[in-house]
């Protein structure tokens, strides 16, 4: 795992210098400005989650690469190798971009609990994507060739996930997959980035 950010001549870790965000509070008499010391403090309060302390910012990159055997067509969740590398990149707020390398293969998001969801939208898809469509040109390596292609369009390549407290911040019945397009086994390569905040 790689931690730093990127510069001309190669990768280091170092704490970028921290921003300087002038605060200054409602002042009273101004223009739509409160009138009592209750609302400047109802209004500051409604700020208050957004401030940043500019003496705890520590901005940071961590980048992992990994693969996936597949078993041909079908979703494979890989949630936890994902949440692992975030938990291990030390980002504590961020974003987590999961990327994969290919243009036969897609990532989703989707409910995680029930098995049927999944297969509902591979029912989905093949409607969308069928195999052998006669109006394909694109055929080199089989009837899949295409369809493989359309259904990677139709999904997504990237996914971004918020980090809160040094983990995906997924909703209860969220899952993160990588959906194989093609009907062989096939090697995925992918590749997670974690930017935030130590």
């Avoid at 989650?49 to 078993?71: G, K």
Wanted: glycine content about 8%; charged content about 20%; hydrophobic content about 40%.
């Amino acid at each position: 795992m790689s931690y730093g950010r990127f510069v001309s001549g190669g990768l280091y870790q170092s704490p970028r210098p921290p921003p300087q965000i002038p605060y200054s509070p409602v002042v009273s008499g101004a223009p739509d400005a409160p009138t009592s010391r209750m609302q400047i403090m109802a209004s500051d309060a409604q700020f208050a989650h957004t401030r940043i302390n500019p003496l705890s910012v520590h901005e940071m990159i961590a980048q992992e690469h990994f693969s996936i055997d597949t078993r041909g067509r079908g979703m494979v969740e890989i949630t936890r190798m994902v949440a692992k590398i975030v938990r291990q990149s030390g980002v504590r707020t961020g974003l987590c971009n999961v990327f994969v390398r290919h243009t036969s293969a897609s990532l989703i998001l989707s409910e995680n609990a029930d098995p049927a969801v999944l297969a509902d939208l591979e029912t989905v898809l093949a409607g969308l994507a069928p195999d052998g469509d006669p109006r394909y040109v694109h055929d080199a390596e089989g009837p899949d060739d295409m369809a493989a292609h359309i259904r990677a369009v139709l999904t997504d390549n990237s996914i971004n996930i918020p980090v809160t407290d040094g983990n995906l911040a997924l909703g209860t019945w969220q899952g993160l997959y990588l959906w194989e397009h093609r009907l062989a086994p096939h090697t995925r390569r992918l590749i997670v980035t974690v930017n935030g905040e130590a």
